[in-house]
């Protein structure tokens, strides 16, 4: 029947009150056949922490069809610019505008700051660290909780894969996994995962095929 508005999807109050007592201490990865209701369940969730002024903030990602890191970055740090202006976030970006400003020395706007260009290709790590490590620092209350929901976070690996960006999943899904460990306590930082992939079964590909030996999800709790 096509898409649903956040607001006209009805029930899974339980569900919702699970997810969100286990965002409370840690981040999840979402596992569900597919045509459960698993994207509904975490916009209804963004929806009502909007609505409800909730302590836990969510912010909901669509990263299917995101052809690279490079592109991930700017998508992530698109809609953390559309959240701030809307007023639902306070961050200073003092890390990505360091970052920035090392390869394009004239003062720029955060809002004009782009990832794509050529000279952050080697970079890129740099870039995604210091967009989270600036969204552990932003303006909070003592007992708020940022939770990014990363909706079909499996797919773009895989799409990755098909396309010879295999050491690029790798790469990034270690990297998640740091910057999870040690800005969990520090920013109150939760993520996330679901898919209509799932996790594992991108995971025992990069083993098979690539002998990827990472554990990425092991601190996370699988809803």
């Not at 700051?113 to 970079?123: A, D, H, Q, S």
């Not at 620092?137 to 990363?150: F, G, M, N, W, Y």
């Not at 895989?158 to 920013?187: C, P, S, T, V, Y």
């Amino acid at each position: 029947s096509g898409t649903i508005r956040p607001d006209k999807i009805v029930g899974r109050d339980d569900e919702l009150q699970r997810l969100r007592t286990l965002l409370k201490s840690q981040s999840v990865t979402i596992e569900e056949f597919r045509r459960m209701g698993k994207t509904l369940l975490v916009q209804k969730l963004e929806y009502l922490s909007v609505k409800n002024d909730e302590s836990n903030k969510v912010i909901y990602f669509m990263l299917q069809g995101v052809k690279d890191i490079t592109e991930l970055t700017d998508v992530l740090l698109d809609t953390l610019r559309e959240k701030q202006r809307l007023g639902l976030l306070k961050v200073a970006w003092h890390g990505v505008k360091s970052l920035y400003n090392t390869f394009k020395p004239e003062e720029v706007k955060i809002q004009e700051v782009t990832f794509k260009l050529p000279e952050f290709g080697t970079k890129w790590k740099d870039a995604l660290s210091a967009c989270i490590k600036d969204l552990a620092a932003r303006t909070r209350k003592d007992d708020e909780i940022l939770t990014l929901v990363l909706d079909e976070f499996p797919v773009m690996l895989w799409d990755w894969m098909e396309n010879g960006k295999a050491q690029d999943a790798i790469e990034l899904l270690d990297l998640f996994r740091n910057i999870r460990i040690n800005l969990k306590e520090q920013g109150h930082i939760r993520f996330v995962v679901c898919g209509s992939v799932g996790m594992q079964v991108v995971l025992d590909r990069l083993r098979r095929e690539h002998r990827y030996t990472g554990e990425p999800f092991n601190d996370m709790t699988s809803f």
